[in-house]
């Protein structure tokens, strides 16, 4: 009888292992399930409500409505493009406010003033989309709805107001499906907003809610409620944040197939035992059963075995195909730094050649009237005037000096520099690319406005890199200004230190895109290089951990600003 009583109470714990097993694996599936289901309702949700976000940021860039806000436009015009897009997409509410408040155009039912203070207007105010839930009164209950808001931006970036769109998620809920498991939005009031239960529209979480007793059971969160014949009586709650609309969605998947099935593989389990412990008492075969489980055992140790053996190879396997993308990255990062090195020089050098005739130029008027004052020194000292030989020998060595700089400035230009980041005279560095292109200023008689200060001011960079870009700067604003015109520099400490660069030029055709390599404004075959000299300023700058850009400045002509980041006061004195 104790070994009928133990084999009772063991094929009751085996079965109720099994049903538990059974149990634990129809919620992981529910949940896989639900958590797809959830997925797709917030999708689903979230693409209606966009809608009505791209409706007002397509409105607010909209030139009928852009004038009407700017003092400039027919009211008449915009009211019938606001109330053909209100009659297309469905929406409750479109209006255009001024930054007062006042609609200036607007659908049917948008006629009253919006308090600017309040989201979602506030935020388009102030530059940004707003996005609000609310609810308003009417004689059937109280009607939901969803508000974004676009703000209308001036040329120069300011807004000049915004444009609101409302829906009512009545429209959402009345396409739901209808054998969809409960499903319910709350926002951040914890007041449900969207649902499709009836019953639970605009209930508190807190204090309307049906009552209900949550437990974790295998790491999924188990409702036992009171909902009704519509809401299950168990099921899994299943959450998801949706930040962007302020809400947070919920879904209740039943359980109540879970627990029948775990039941009933408890039951099939026990009567399996049952008849397999009749069969094995009747036969006695104990010592059957007990080679049978050596058996399983063994079967087991092996299969463990060859799964350990299999992944050690496996992971063996992934060591070496790791190592070696490692080892292929490396020489590729490699070929790319030297490929980006050989592009810089490249352009340094192409620049060297265009200026070529220009530098020739600067060497040759030196070299000339040297001659002439040591020829003139001669023939002083012949005729005893030995004051005014030591003149003209002043004069031929300040010549010197001066050819000395600019081969010295031309040879640290064509110097291929790759060594670390340090710190630089950026004064020197612009004096040094004045110099370069001198003589391009005065082929294309070009008016210079820059005053040196009278301190340096030092940066983190590579000189010769740093001087690369500030003739980059200078040679294309004097290829853009043609014959003429005036380039301006200006140099500003702080952090970070901003170099200007501005021409009097047509401008940028198109700034977005004049960092781009091969990009250049130039007619094609033309000698003035292939567009990448502000490609390569670009790397450059990047590389020193600062910004450059380029825009079109308000009084004409293009403006370069680099930023560059400043050096340790302390370390720039050592």
Same mark, same amino acid.
Request: hydrophobic share 45%.
């Given at each position: ?312 190879? %496996? ?59 040591? %020829?003139?020194? %001669? ?148 000698? %003035? ?46």
């Amino acid at each position: 009888m104790a070994r009928i009583f133990t084999f009772l109470i063991v094929a009751l714990m085996m079965a109720g292992s099994v049903g538990w097993t059974v149990y634990h694996d129809r919620l992981d599936r529910m949940a896989e399930r639900g958590e797809a289901d959830l997925s797709l309702a917030t999708d689903r949700v979230a693409a209606q409500l966009y809608r009505y976000r791209e409706l007002a940021v397509i409105l607010s860039r909209h030139p009928d409505l852009q004038a009407l806000l700017a003092g400039g436009g027919d009211a008449t015009v915009a009211d019938e493009v606001v109330q053909s897009m209100a009659d297309m997409t469905g929406a409750a509410d479109v209006a255009v406010v001024d930054p007062d408040g006042r609609i200036v155009a607007g659908s049917q039912g948008a006629s009253v003033a919006r308090d600017p203070a309040l989201a979602p207007l506030a935020r388009a105010l102030s530059g940004a989309l707003g996005t609000q839930s609310e609810t308003a009164a009417a004689a059937d209950g109280p009607n939901r709805y969803f508000s974004f808001a676009a703000p209308v931006l001036r040329p120069d970036g300011s807004v000049s107001g915004a444009v609101m769109t409302r829906m009512e998620v009545s429209q959402i809920e009345d396409n739901w499906p209808g054998d969809a498991p409960p499903v319910f939005f709350t926002d951040r009031t914890g007041q449900v907003f969207i649902t499709n239960r009836s019953d639970l529209i605009l209930a508190d979480r807190v204090l309307e809610f049906p009552a209900y007793f949550d437990r974790i059971v295998g790491g999924h969160d188990i409702w036992q409620l009171d909902g009704g014949r519509y809401l299950p009586s168990h099921a899994i709650h299943l959450v998801r944040d949706m930040p962007t609309l302020n809400l947070t969605a919920e879904m209740l998947i039943d359980t109540s197939g879970a627990f029948a099935g775990a039941v009933l593989w408890g039951l099939i389990t026990a009567g399996a035992l049952m008849t397999f412990g009749a069969v094995l008492f009747f036969v006695q075969q104990n010592r059957m059963v007990l080679a049978h489980r050596l058996a399983v055992e063994a079967e087991a140790n092996a299969r463990l075995e060859a799964r350990v053996s299999e992944r050690t190879q %496996e992971l063996t396997a992934a060591n070496t195909a790791l190592t070696r993308e490692v080892a292929e990255r490396k020489e590729a990062q490699a070929a790319l730094q030297r490929a980006q090195a050989d592009l810089v020089q490249a352009g340094k050098l192409s620049a060297l050649g265009q200026m070529s005739a220009g530098i020739s130029h600067e060497l040759n008027q030196p070299l000339m009237a040297i001659r002439s004052f040591a %020829e003139n020194g %001669e023939a002083y000292f012949e005729r005893g005037k030995p004051d005014i030989a030591r003149e003209n020998l002043a004069k031929i060595s300040e010549l010197a000096r001066r050819m000395g700089r600019i081969i010295q400035n031309l040879r640290a230009f064509a110097r291929q520099e790759s060594g670390p980041i340090t710190d630089v005279d950026l004064v020197g560095v612009i004096e040094a690319a004045l110099e370069v292109t001198a003589d391009k200023q005065r082929r294309h008689d070009v008016t210079l406005d820059w005053r040196s200060p009278q301190a340096p001011v030092i940066v983190k960079g590579g000189e010769v890199r740093l001087q690369q870009v500030v003739v980059n700067l200078l040679s294309n604003a004097i290829d853009a200004m043609g014959q003429g015109g005036c380039v301006s520099i200006s140099l500003t400490p702080g952090d970070p230190v901003q170099l200007s660069v501005r021409d009097s030029g047509p401008g940028i055709a198109d700034p977005d895109r004049v960092f781009d390599p091969f990009y250049s404004t130039k007619s094609p075959g033309s000698a %003035e290089g292939m567009g990448l000299g502000l490609s390569i300023s670009y790397g450059l700058v990047q590389g020193f951990g600062g910004a450059i850009r380029g825009a079109n400045h308000p009084e004409g002509g293009a403006i370069f600003t680099v930023d560059l980041l400043p050096s340790d006061p302390k370390e720039a004195a050592a």
